[in-house]
């Protein structure tokens, strides 16, 4: 597999449960980001990762919201206690991280969050 | 704060038109990067175009071209001859040019292209 992988596709959640979201980069990338995608809208920055430092967060709604890489690659978005308004399509995205890939980022297909 | 506006919520045009989608963007800094995604029905994102700041030239990719104007924050993108194939939702997007690693991405709200027979 060449591109980003996020598992599962489709997730749906009662209001209040736990949830984990898996993305797999493409191998040797040093760059990950979390994006939220509501319905009708661009994508929203969430966090960032180089390797396993997570250096920006500022972007997460809540202390609701965590995310891991804690060996450099896979990386898992979790949010507790989930309401309605998490209800999204969570999109990982990851990026060589070099002079030449800077800025580039590569999708992966995302993560269909409904709470219901 | 960066911000990118695309006021063109949706188009529909017919096959073989050509059609412009307007981008433009807001930062205060000086060095920054440009782009141009495409959103399938499937979801996933995928990558048109980077453009410098510092590079205004216009570019062309087959079918598709960009103009950057510097002086109006625009970033335009344009398709000629439009096919179905072309159905989609497009989104701007702007980072700030840091050194060393990626920068994250702000996105517009987006395009919807619809492109009947």
Same mark, same amino acid.
């Given at each position: 597999g060449a591109g980003v992988s996020q598992s599962p596709r489709y997730k749906v959640a009662k209001r209040g449960q736990d949830v984990a979201l898996r993305c797999d980069p493409? $191998?040797?990338?040093?760059s990950l980001f979390w994006y939220q995608q509501a319905l009708g809208q661009g994508p929203e920055f969430l966090t960032y990762f180089q390797n396993e430092a997570q +250096? %920006?967060? $500022?972007? +997460?709604? $809540? %202390?609701r919201f965590f995310a891991e890489r804690p060996e450099g690659s896979v990386s898992t978005l979790k949010i507790q206690r989930? #309401? #309605?308004? %998490?209800s999204a399509v969570y999109l990982c995205a990851s990026s060589p991280g070099t002079s030449l890939g800077l800025g580039e980022q590569y999708f992966g297909p995302g993560t269909r969050l409904t709470v219901t | 704060a960066q911000k990118v506006t695309q006021a063109q919520t949706e188009i529909s045009v017919v096959e073989k038109e050509d059609v412009t989608l307007d981008c433009v963007y807001e930062t205060r800094d000086t060095t920054y990067y440009l782009f141009w995604y495409k959103q399938p029905p499937s979801g996933e994102l995928v990558f048109l175009i980077r453009r410098n700041s510092f590079d205004e030239q216009n570019e062309i990719s087959g079918r598709y071209s960009w103009n950057f104007q510097k002086s109006t924050s625009s970033f335009n993108f344009t398709i000629t001859a439009?096919? =179905? =194939?072309?159905s989609a939702v497009y989104f701007c997007a702007l980072s700030e040019a840091n050194t060393g690693t990626a920068s994250k991405l702000t996105f517009g709200t987006g395009t919807r292209l619809q492109v009947t027979l």
């Open positions: 493409i $191998s040797g990338h040093v +250096l %920006d967060k $500022s972007g +997460l709604p $809540s %202390d989930t #309401q #309605q308004e %998490d | 439009s096919q =179905v =194939v072309d």
